[in-house]
């Protein structure tokens, strides 16, 4: 089975996907770290002066997402077994899929960029609040997709009272027991 889990910055989807594809055995494909390998410039990470710096880049130049999301999709087309985190993916593939979408509160989100990264809580409101708005008018410049319409997802999860754990938990029981009517 296929399982595209996309959110917002900060939302739980690359951690959420790799223990979802722990919990059900499946490949696991991070379309950032995918992303990364495309770019020259060596950066800790997106919510950084460094992060926003390449995000303004690639907002002027779309190749390096486009053969991004090319190589995903083929990485897609490749497993029919894999958990893929990323910003266009459950948009982008045609095929049967489930679709997952991560949401949290803004605060929720801060906390944990702040957690993980070991920042002011204004500088991660900052670059939470620029790498997204970038990234939409990235795609939404590429693809035209509309990230205010979540209608394309099977499965819609608010992360922000719940553990990474319990909220794989969640996903993996939906995969389980997920069939199309």
């Known amino acids: 089975m296929?399982?595209?889990?996309?959110?917002?910055?900060?939302?739980?989807?690359?951690?959420?996907?790799?223990?979802?594809?722990?919990?059900?055995?499946?490949?696991?494909?991070?379309?950032?770290?995918?992303?990364?390998?495309?770019?020259?410039?060596?950066?800790?990470?997106?919510?950084?002066?460094?992060?926003?710096?390449?995000?303004?880049e690639r907002l002027k130049d779309l190749s390096i997402d486009k053969s991004t999301d090319n190589k995903l999709i083929a990485e897609i087309k490749k497993s029919a077994d894999v958990v893929v985190d990323s910003w266009t993916m459950p948009w982008l593939w045609k095929e049967d899929a489930i679709r997952v979408y991560l949401k949290a509160r803004e605060d929720v989100r801060i906390e944990r960029i702040v957690r993980r990264d070991k920042i002011d809580?204004?500088?991660?409101?900052?670059?939470i609040n620029q790498k997204d708005t970038i990234s939409q008018n990235i795609y939404k410049k590429l693809y035209k997709i509309d990230y205010s319409d979540l209608s394309i997802f099977d499965l819609v999860l608010?992360?922000?009272?719940?553990?990474?754990?319990?909220?794989?938990q969640i996903i993996a029981k939906y995969i389980l027991n997920y069939s199309k009517v």
Do not use: Q
């Open 2 to 56: 296929r399982v595209l889990i996309a959110g917002l910055t900060g939302s739980g989807k690359s951690s959420v996907s790799k223990m979802v594809a722990e919990y059900l055995g499946l490949n696991y494909v991070s379309g950032s770290s995918l992303l990364k390998t495309y770019i020259k410039k060596s950066f800790y990470t997106w919510e950084s002066k460094e992060g926003l710096e390449i995000l303004k």
């Open 121 to 127: 809580p204004k500088d991660a409101k900052y670059f």
């Open 158 to 168: 608010d992360t922000s009272y719940l553990s990474i754990e319990s909220v794989s």
